[in-house]
C-alpha cells in the first residue's frame, strides 16, 4: 500500500529523521545508511544538542544529503520556509532519540527550532524512539507527556528497552535498537500510519518445534521463525495485542509483544489452545514437525545404543484444532511450505483444516522460505481468492497478508 502520492509519482519513498541530543544518536547513524541503501530518500534534522553527539557531516555523508540545523532554519536562503518544506516533502518523521525536552514541547504543541518547526508543519505520521535516564524516564510528568501524546493517531512510539545505560544505570530508558526502529519505519511507509488492528487480538506461531530422541538429539526443520517475527511486528506496528508463541530463536522479540517461548508440538499446542479463545486473528507459521521419536530417553544414549531404526508416532495436529475450535467471528490462517506445486497441497489443507486462508510458501526458491529474509507466495482463501506476492521482505509480506485477511468478510 503506497503513499498516495508515491503512487501518482512513482517516486521513493521519502523519510526525514529527527536526532535529538543524546549519546543514543550514535545509533541513528545505521538508521540513515540502511534507509538509504534500502532505496528510501533521507532527509535529517539535528537539534543543537544533537551536534554535540554527532556531527551534521556524518549525517550528511551516509543520507547523500545536507544534513539541516537550526542555524539554516534561521537564515534566508530558500525559497520557501524550510520548515515548510521538509513537512510537505516527507511521507514519514522518525525522531529519535526522542529527549524529555522535545517529548514535551510536542505534548504541547510548542515550536521553537526546526525540528518542532517542521512537525507542526507536517501531516505524515511521526515515529518517537525515546531514550533517556531511567529516573528520567520514570518521572510521572515525563510517562503523562508520552501517554498524552500517543494518544494523538499520528504519533507511534516504541517503547524503551531496558539495559546498561550511559550513565551505568541499569533500567529502563535504552532507545530501541536500529533494526526495530527501522522495521517500524517499513510498516509505517506501508500502512501510511493506519491502525487497522487496533482493538484486535493477534495470536502468532513461528520457528520449528524439537522432538527430542534423548537430551541432545531431536526430529526438527531449519525454522527460525522469521517468518512469525515479521508477522508479529506487523500487526503490532497496526495496533494489535500481539501473543507470539515461538520456538527456538536467535533474534529478539519485539518491545510490546508478550513471547512465550515453546520446544516442542505438545507445548505449543498447550499455549495456542490456552490463548485461542481470546483471539481474534489466529497466524499458524510455525513449522510444527510430523512426528516425534516413539520413546524418550532421560539421559544421553551413547552412539553404540542408538537405534538402527526409529519407532515414530504422529505429534497433535494444531492446526486442525484450532480450526475445529475457532468461533464465527475468529480468522485462522495457515502456512503450508511446498516444493514443486504450491497451490494444489495449500488448497486441501485451507479446506481440510478448515482455515479463513493460507499462505502457499515455497522452500525451494532462491532467497525465499526458511531462514532467509526475504519471502514470496500465494495467499488463497476459502472464498476462492489467489493472490500471488512476489519476492519481497518478511515483514512486507507480513503486512501483504494482513491486507488481504482485512478483506475476508464474516
Sequence with gaps: ???????????????????????????????????????????????????????????????????????????????RPLHIELGEWADLLVIAPLTANTLAKLTYGLADNLLTNTVLASTCPVLLAPAMNTDMWEQLTVQRNWQQLLTDSRYHGIGTASGLLACDRVGAGRMAEPPE??????????????????????????????????????IGNPSTGKMGLALAQAALHRGAKVTLVHGVASWDVPLGVQAIPIINAEEMQQVMLEYLPNADIIVMSAAVADVKPQDYSTEKLPKRSLPQSLPLEAVPDIVAQLGKLKQPHQRLIGFAAQTGDIVTPAREKLYSKKLDAIVANPIDKADSGFGSDNNQAIFLDNQDRQVTIPPCSKLQLAHHLFDFVSNLTL
Design 1 to 79: 500500500m503506497a503513499h498516495p502520492q508515491a503512487q501518482a509519482e512513482n517516486r521513493k519513498s521519502r523519510v526525514l529523521v529527527a536526532v535529538g541530543g543524546g549519546i543514543a544518536a550514535y545509533k541513528v547513524c545505521e538508521v540513515v545508511s540502511s534507509l538509504f541503501k534500502s532505496g528510501v530518500e533521507v532527509r535529517v534534522i539535528l537539534t543543537r544538542s544533537a551536534q554535540e553527539f554527532i556531527a551534521p557531516l556524518t549525517l550528511s555523508t551516509l543520507s547523500r544529503h545536507p544534513a539541516y540545523t537550526d542555524d539554516d532554519f534561521w537564515q534566508p536562503t530558500h525559497s
Design 181 to 218: 526502529i527501522l522495521a517500524y519505519t517499513q510498516s509505517l511507509l506501508h500502512t501510511q500510519g493506519q491502525r487497522d488492528l487496533a482493538g484486535k487480538r493477534v495470536l502468532i506461531s513461528a520457528g520449528g518445534t524439537r522432538e527430542y530422541l534423548d537430551p541432545v538429539r531431536f
